[in-house]
């Protein structure tokens, strides 16, 4: 009988301590390294209507950032929907020979989805993006940089096998995209996703070359 207490006590401490590694595991691996600058993005230097001509290039990743290309594209993808209607319309004015150039440059990248999310689940970790539109003249003046951040939490993803990865990506294409159609009567600003526990220093992103 004393043997038998002996080993399922031992059985329970290796289970306690598995369990325990396991714990340290989820909450070092649950946070995202992504940060933003701000919660608020200030205006443009003018209004986006001053311009003639808009060009949006494709999202791409910034130079020093390794990230998944599949999310590049699909933030590239909500991208071109949101503004499939606006662009347009914004062109078939009268062209006064100004051009705003528009190109988003994701700077930060922490995609958890596809196979590492369905085998690991909540232990793969969160997901974060942080992209930033280089918004200039066609002579290179700065109009504005305004950034966008969105993450999606390792147990809210995790159990839905990568979902709220992949929303998180059309939700910072949206913020991007709103910003362009709020600021285009008016130089008004807007959000950047972030909340204050999300803002933080990171390494600067290489510039838009």
């Known amino acids: 009988m004393q043997m038998q207490t002996w080993m399922n006590s031992g059985v329970l401490r290796r289970g306690f301590w598995a369990m325990g590694l396991m714990g340290l595991a989820l909450v070092q691996g649950c946070a995202t390294r992504v940060k933003a600058d701000a919660t608020q993005n200030p205006p443009p230097a003018e209004a986006f209507s ?48 100004r051009k705003l150039i528009v190109t988003p440059v ?33 002579k290179g003046r700065v109009i504005a940089t305004p950034e966008f951040y969105q993450r999606a939490g390792a147990w809210a993803a995790g159990f839905v096998m990568g979902v709220h990865d992949n929303l998180m990506l059309t939700r910072v294409a949206n913020l ?6 709020a600021n285009y009567k008016e130089a008004t600003g807007g959000p950047t996703g972030a909340d204050a526990k999300a803002v933080g220093t990171v390494p600067a992103a290489a510039p838009v070359q």
């Open 176 to 181: 991007a995209s709103g910003y362009l159609i």
């Open 50 to 97: 001053a311009f003639g001509r808009i060009e949006v290039l494709p999202a791409r990743l910034a130079s020093n950032v390794q990230g998944n290309e599949a999310a590049v594209a699909k933030i590239q993808q909500n991208l071109a929907k949101d503004l499939a209607e606006a662009l347009p319309r914004w062109n078939a004015g009268p062209d006064n020979g």
């Open 106 to 138: 994701v700077e930060q990248l922490q995609f958890n989805a596809g196979a590492k999310r369905v085998l690991l689940g909540p232990m793969a970790g969160s997901s974060g993006v942080q992209m930033r539109l280089q918004i200039r003249d066609d």
